[in-house]
């Protein structure tokens, strides 16, 4: 199961980053992707990335804004985000490719583990 963490509240404009460790199994071995859900909200991608080739994705909201990261050694996956606005509000999830596929769809990860929150103030 993959856990994530490091959500808090902060400024609109600010930055914050989030990690993402797994128990039990090592991350390099497959796609992560990172993953939000607001209120009222269908779970969206945010960021995946390739375990083989290392490509990336981003949801257009955030392109240039986050950054999806790992450290191998430490079984840890980042999502650094900047430049944060109160839309960014939500619940952040983490998560690996179950089924294959180019896309960042929720319904192909899975080791849901609890999200962490995170709100931004205007």
């Known amino acids: 199961q993959l856990q994530a963490f490091g959500g808090g509240t902060v400024q609109a404009g600010g930055s914050l980053r989030l990690s993402c460790t797994a128990t039990?199994?090592?991350?390099?071995?497959?796609?992560i992707g990172w993953f939000r859900q607001a209120p009222g909200v269908e779970r969206k991608g945010v960021s995946c990335e390739g375990a083989v080739d290392g490509s990336t994705y981003y949801g257009d909201s955030v392109k240039g804004r986050f950054t999806i990261s790992r450290d191998n050694a430490k079984n840890t996956v980042y999502l650094q985000m900047n430049s944060l606005k109160p839309e960014d509000t939500a619940v952040y999830y983490c998560?690996?490719?179950?089924?294959?596929?180019?896309?960042?769809?929720?319904?192909?990860?899975?080791?849901w583990g609890q999200g962490t929150q995170l709100t931004v103030s205007s």
């Open positions: 998560a690996h490719r179950v089924y294959p596929g180019g896309y960042c769809s929720p319904e192909d990860f899975g080791s």
């Open positions: 039990g199994f090592r991350l390099n071995r497959y796609a």
